[in-house]
């Protein structure tokens, strides 16, 4: 287990086509975040699992996407009717909750690039 | 609501240089701040945190909670360190980070 790992890498889409994207988070994490980049902006917080239950959603997150983590482990993103302002950088992370120690940070995948054209 | 500022999207400095990558931040709790890097091509990766007051390559960031600040220090740039820093901030209540937009840092021979 080398890290976060995302997959694809890249993906170009017509708009009106869903999209599916896979995060693999760090085994032994127990948290797993997903982030939406565009460009000249930091990540923005989509949603984010502790183990397989979704305790938060961004009201970025619209009814076109949803998030799965059935397992505690990898998670998807999918994006329903891909619009062109869905086109950024998707980030996955995922950390370590441990009681009475806190959160000491977040370990990113490299990201899917997603191009709506 | 919690926010993060950082002021500057482009600092470019020469090599052994002193550089300061600005951050401010807004929230009215104890926040815990963390400094983000990403170097071309690569992931974004965890530089620091306030919390365990360390340096790592050669920066440094301190939480000034009267001025809301927690600015990122190096006394001397080298070009390795050109990269993209994201501040990021942690509420007391919540796992997740807020960022800010970025700095590009430029460090040039």
């Given at each position: 287990?080398?890290?976060?790992?995302?997959?694809?890498?890249?993906?170009?889409?017509?708009?009106?086509?869903?999209?599916?994207?896979?995060?693999?988070?760090?085994?032994?994490?127990?948290?797993?975040?997903?982030?939406?980049?565009?460009?000249?902006?930091?990540?923005?917080?989509?949603?984010?699992?502790?183990?397989?239950?979704?305790?938060?959603?961004?009201?970025?997150?619209?009814?076109?996407?949803?998030?799965?983590?059935?397992?505690?482990?990898?998670?998807?993103?999918?994006?329903?009717?891909?619009?062109?302002?869905?086109?950024?950088?998707?980030?996955?992370?995922?950390?370590?909750?441990s009681?009475g120690q806190g959160?000491?940070?977040?370990?990113?995948?490299?990201?899917?690039?997603?191009?709506?054209? | 609501?919690?926010?993060?500022?950082?002021?500057?999207?482009?600092?470019?400095?020469?090599?052994?240089?002193?550089?300061?990558?600005?951050?401010?931040?807004?929230?009215?709790?104890?926040?815990?701040?963390?400094?983000?890097?990403?170097?071309?091509?690569?992931?974004?990766?965890?530089?620091?945190?306030?919390?365990?007051?360390?340096?790592?390559?050669?920066?440094?960031?301190?939480?000034?909670?009267?001025?809301?600040?927690?600015?990122?220090?190096?006394?001397?740039?080298?070009?390795?360190?050109?990269?993209?820093?994201?501040?990021?901030?942690?509420?007391?209540?919540?796992?997740?980070?807020?960022?800010?937009?970025?700095?590009?840092?430029?460090?040039?021979?």
């Amino acid at each position: 287990d080398t890290g976060v790992s995302q997959d694809p890498r890249h993906k170009i889409t017509k708009r009106g086509q869903n999209v599916t994207f896979r995060c693999d988070p760090i085994s032994e994490h127990n948290r797993l975040y997903w982030y939406r980049q565009t460009l000249g902006q930091g990540p923005e917080f989509l949603t984010y699992f502790q183990n397989e239950a979704q305790l938060e959603k961004s009201r970025l997150l619209s009814d076109r996407f949803s998030a799965e983590r059935p397992k505690g482990s990898f998670s998807t993103l999918e994006i329903q009717r891909t619009e062109q302002g869905d086109s950024a950088m998707y980030l996955c992370a995922s950390s370590l909750l441990s009681t009475g120690q806190g959160n000491y940070g977040y370990t990113f995948g490299s990201g899917t690039r997603l191009t709506v054209v | 609501a919690q926010r993060v500022t950082q002021p500057e999207k482009l600092l470019s400095v020469f090599k052994g240089a002193p550089v300061e990558l600005k951050c401010n931040y807004s929230y009215s709790g104890s926040p815990e701040l963390f400094w983000y890097v990403q170097y071309s091509r690569q992931r974004l990766q965890l530089l620091l945190r306030h919390i365990s007051r360390e340096s790592i390559k050669g920066f440094t960031a301190d939480l000034n909670k009267g001025e809301t600040s927690f600015h990122l220090k190096k006394p001397f740039a080298q070009e390795e360190d050109s990269a993209m820093y994201y501040c990021a901030l942690r509420s007391g209540g919540s796992y997740i980070p807020t960022f800010g937009r970025g700095t590009s840092l430029i460090v040039h021979p």
